[in-house]
């Protein structure tokens, strides 16, 4: 009995299943909350959707009360990246049975497709979280839960919630823990399956996942002593410095994580100080010009009153700018961005692709994880061959970055 080719549905299916088992555990901690705000019919949102953050109130003493005005920030999430995979072939492969067509050509396909998506989503998160933990370093890798318990106390310290807490983790850097810790990183009999199939493990009161795209982050070249150059105004979202090595491209790279001398962080609702310099991430390449100044811009704004104060004060006059804690130490390391998060720190949001009228088109969207594939087929007359378009619809934002951390290193 010959055999029966497979369908487009099948194939889209089938498709979807091995996204979901490739996208691991990284996106389930992630909030997936948003994608359903876009695929509304009859109610298009563009690509933007805009997320409220809570309004934090301030308190006042005594027994008078001055009511305030609602003030309501939010965060625009931008859903217009797209990625896709095409492959061709002939009626020999579609006549495969499922499971040898799914080896052969929809598992490469697919999780290509989708370790690309998440390197994107990772790649873009750490370079929009400013709080870290650990001394940079490419080789002195963490091996014990000293930096990640640090990180949690800094994510702790700004209001973050106690639960739902997870560490991506690189791979290089799980090797050095398990190194490091191996009597807690051996299986126990509560713990022997998670650990054995090298998924979860918790500890400090995280769940601590393996992630082949954990980003790795180069630091600007550095250079000079840094200082901050005349008054800061509250809500400044830059700072402008001196003391740059002049006329030097790179001083600052996307992604660096800077301090001001002086500044320190506040819990967000008592606003008492943390006691630690408040972390800022570059939002943009910084070169200094030929007198050694520099803008740097800078997320989050200093602000340092109101409901949404976040320092103890604007930056003075002359005071030191740090990298990673350190001046000029580290300039052109690269190092691995390993990222404590909270479940509400990140969304993700993926969307179903239309389709297109003529165009043979199915679609499949997966209700737990949010997960949505299309495939696109066609014929090439030239070869006799068909090909097969698999395509991904997605955008992603750290909505709430004081709910996340980066480990870069060990502490010493």
């Known amino acids: 009995m010959p055999q029966v080719l497979l369908t487009n549905s099948e194939i889209t299916n089938e498709a979807l299943m091995v996204a979901k088992n490739a996208i691991g555990n990284i996106k389930k901690r992630m909030n997936v909350g948003y994608a359903e705000e876009f695929a509304q019919k009859g109610h298009k949102i563009g690509d933007t959707l805009n997320v409220r953050l809570p309004f934090i109130p301030t308190v006042a003493d005594g027994e008078t009360m001055s009511p305030q005005d609602v003030e309501q920030k939010s965060v625009p999430i931008v859903v217009n990246a797209q990625k896709n995979i095409g492959v061709q072939f002939g009626d020999s492969e579609r006549t495969l049975k499922m499971d040898r067509f799914r080896e052969l050509v929809i598992e490469p396909s697919i999780t290509t497709l989708v370790n690309n998506m998440m390197a994107k989503v990772m790649t873009d998160s750490y370079q929009s979280i400013p709080n870290y933990a650990g001394i940079p370093s490419a080789t002195n890798l963490p091996n014990s839960f000293a930096e990640f318990g640090l990180a949690k106390a800094k994510l702790s310290s700004l209001g973050a919630p106690l639960d739902g807490m997870s560490v991506a983790l690189d791979p290089f850097v799980e090797q050095s823990m398990i190194q490091g810790l191996s009597g807690l990183f051996n299986p126990s009999t509560a713990l022997s399956k998670q650990y054995l199939e090298g998924e979860v493990t918790r500890a400090i009161g995280m769940d601590f996942l393996m992630s082949q795209v954990v980003p790795k982050h180069t630091i600007g070249a550095l250079g000079g002593t840094p200082l901050t150059n005349g008054a800061t105004a509250d809500g400044a979202t830059s700072v402008v410095t001196d003391g740059w090595t002049a006329a030097a491209a790179n001083r600052l790279k996307k992604g660096d994580v800077i301090n001001f001398n002086g500044v320190f962080a506040v819990n967000p609702q008592t606003k008492q100080s943390t006691g630690k310099l408040m972390d800022f991430v570059v939002t943009a390449d910084v070169s200094s010009d030929g007198s050694g100044n520099a803008t740097i811009p800078i997320y989050p704004a200093i602000i340092a009153s109101g409901g949404y104060q976040n320092v103890t004060n604007v930056p003075a006059d002359n005071q030191a700018v740090t990298t990673f804690g350190h001046a000029s130490s580290y300039g052109g390391l690269t190092v691995p961005q390993n990222i404590v998060f909270h479940k509400s ?48 619809l997605f955008g992603s934002k750290v909505v709430r970055p004081e709910f996340a951390a980066r480990v870069v290193g060990r502490l010493s």
Do not use: H, Q, Y
């Open 345 to 392: 720190a990140i969304a993700l949001c993926v969307v179903p692709l239309e389709k297109i009228d003529g165009e043979e088109m199915t679609v499949a969207t997966d209700p737990e994880t949010g997960l949505s594939i299309r495939l696109w087929s066609a014929g090439n007359i030239l070869t006799g061959k068909g090909i097969k378009r698999f395509d991904i």
